[in-house]
């Protein structure tokens, strides 16, 4: 099971960067996948999740700003990121999170972590 994460760069407030993970190594369809992120002294965080779906969570932070869409077809997940922000800062992480009941919280106890891909925003 891999999680492959790509897109991470260096902006500056006000730009737009887009963030892909590709998923391979099972089937997809009972797994949410989403984004995290760690700032530089803070804890990892939510930022976005889909489903298969289409359905789609988002962090009260970056609602509004990121738009996460999910390609069934090519096991990806794309998080697009506009008008981004010094405070947005941070190593970005792909990550999946099977479904096991009706009820899906995609923001904690993750299954599976991809590698981080850093975005700075600068002022």
């Known amino acids: 099971v891999q999680l492959q994460a790509s897109g991470g760069g260096s902006v500056q407030a006000g730009d737009s960067l887009r963030l892909s993970c590709a998923a391979s190594g099972r089937t997809w369809s009972t797994v949410v996948l989403g984004w995290f992120r760690q700032a530089p002294g803070k804890e990892r965080e939510f930022v976005a999740a889909?489903?298969?779906?289409?359905?789609?969570y988002y962090s009260d932070s970056v609602k509004g700003r990121f738009t996460i869409s999910r390609d069934n077809a090519k096991n990806t997940v794309v998080l697009q990121m506009h008008n981004l922000q010094p405070e947005d800062t941070a190593v970005y992480y792909c990550?999946?999170?099977?479904?096991?009941?009706?009820?899906?919280?995609?923001?904690?106890?993750?299954?599976?972590w991809g590698q981080g891909t850093l975005v700075t925003v600068s002022s």
């Open positions: 889909a489903r298969w779906s289409g359905a789609t």
């Open positions: 990550a999946g999170k099977i479904i096991r009941s009706v009820i899906v919280d995609p923001t904690s106890n993750i299954d599976y």
